[in-house]
């Protein structure tokens, strides 16, 4: 189930709990959560709906009645669902990825990473992956995969497996090693590897490669640098549109933040 991210971001702060979707046949179920990149969202109810009200219109963020209709409009033969949704809380590989693993740990994670290599038709990858990611972080996927001779789509397919071990980290332009994904690496090394030190602060939420590769040039990679920034600023940004703008701003608000007024 598609969400854009100002609808995640609504349904995180509370203002939207429902969604209505054209389906042949409902496509969740009570109960089920999806990983976003505003966090988890939960479905707490899915049915038929009837008539379409005022009241569905604002709590789907719909900007009228009208405006809903018309976003329905397109396979009338289907059946409109009405779906509950909530804010659930964090994403769980956030934390994951934070919590630096001991010996046994590690031990652990090395008998999974064995597993995916032997049940993989590509052989042995998964070290050699986190490798290729610690030495070349921000680095688009696609040359990522050609570095080692894979089709982009298995490449990162194979990708979100780590990820699911809170090892990797993904980026609107490439990946990075998380503090557990590099002890991992470090563990298998004679000595650590020297690595950039991660910036610190409040890492930028997801807003496209255009509006990422803008505020890279700029050097600026967390919030707290962003709020050093007016909001004419940021939209004189080549590649920064009112989209990445508003998620910016929803991303500020919700650590207490906001754009510069000078």
Same mark, same amino acid.
């Given at each position: 189930?598609?969400?854009?991210?100002?609808?995640? +971001?609504?349904?995180?702060?509370?203002?939207?709990?429902?969604?209505?979707?054209?389906? $042949?046949?409902?496509?969740?179920?009570? @109960?089920?959560?999806?990983?976003?990149?505003? @966090?988890?969202?939960?479905?707490?109810?899915?049915?038929?709906? /009837?008539?379409? !009200?005022?009241?569905?219109?604002?709590?789907?963020?719909?900007?009228?009645?009208?405006?809903?209709? =018309?976003?329905?409009?397109?396979?009338?033969?289907?059946?409109?669902?009405?779906? /509950?949704?909530?804010?659930?809380?964090?994403?769980?590989?956030?934390?994951?990825?934070?919590?630096?693993?001991?010996?046994?740990?590690?031990?652990?994670?090395?008998?999974?990473?064995?597993?995916?290599?032997?049940?993989?038709?590509?052989?042995?990858?998964?070290?050699?992956?986190?490798?290729?990611?610690?030495?070349?972080?921000?680095?688009?996927?696609?040359?990522?995969?050609?570095?080692?001779?894979?089709?982009? $789509?298995?490449?990162?397919?194979?990708?979100?497996? #780590?990820?699911?071990?809170? %090892?990797?980290?993904? %980026?609107?332009?490439?990946? #990075? %090693?998380?503090?557990?994904?590099?002890?991992?690496?470090?563990? @298998?090394? +004679?000595?650590?590897?020297?690595?950039?030190?991660?910036?610190?602060?409040?890492? #930028?939420?997801?807003?496209?490669?255009?509006?990422?590769? +803008? %505020?890279? +040039? =700029?050097?600026? !990679?967390? #919030?707290?640098?962003? $709020?050093?920034?007016?909001?004419?600023?940021?939209?004189?940004?080549?590649?920064? /549109?009112?989209?990445?703008?508003?998620?910016?701003?929803?991303?500020?608000?919700?650590? /207490?933040?906001?754009?510069?007024?000078?």
């Amino acid at each position: 189930m598609m969400i854009r991210p100002g609808e995640l +971001a609504a349904i995180k702060a509370g203002t939207i709990d429902l969604a209505f979707r054209r389906w $042949a046949k409902p496509r969740v179920v009570v @109960g089920t959560r999806m990983r976003t990149a505003a @966090g988890v969202i939960e479905v707490t109810s899915v049915e038929r709906a /009837g008539r379409l !009200t005022a009241d569905d219109a604002r709590r789907a963020g719909a900007a009228s009645l009208q405006a809903l209709k =018309a976003a329905l409009a397109a396979r009338p033969d289907d059946p409109v669902w009405r779906i /509950g949704l909530t804010y659930a809380g964090p994403d769980p590989r956030e934390a994951l990825r934070e919590q630096v693993p001991d010996e046994d740990e590690i031990a652990a994670i090395n008998m999974r990473l064995e597993r995916l290599d032997n049940a993989s038709a590509y052989g042995a990858w998964t070290r050699a992956t986190l490798d290729l990611i610690d030495l070349n972080p921000t680095v688009r996927a696609p040359d990522l995969a050609a570095q080692v001779g894979r089709e982009t $789509a298995d490449f990162k397919k194979d990708v979100r497996k #780590l990820k699911e071990l809170g %090892l990797t980290e993904s %980026l609107d332009i490439g990946y #990075l %090693l998380s503090p557990r994904g590099q002890a991992v690496v470090d563990a @298998g090394l +004679a000595t650590p590897r020297e690595r950039c030190p991660r910036p610190s602060g409040t890492t #930028l939420p997801r807003i496209g490669a255009p509006a990422t590769r +803008a %505020l890279r +040039a =700029a050097g600026i !990679t967390t #919030l707290e640098q962003l $709020a050093e920034l007016t909001e004419a600023e940021l939209g004189g940004m080549h590649g920064v /549109g009112p989209i990445a703008i508003d998620r910016l701003r929803q991303a500020l608000a919700e650590r /207490g933040l906001g754009f510069s007024s000078s």
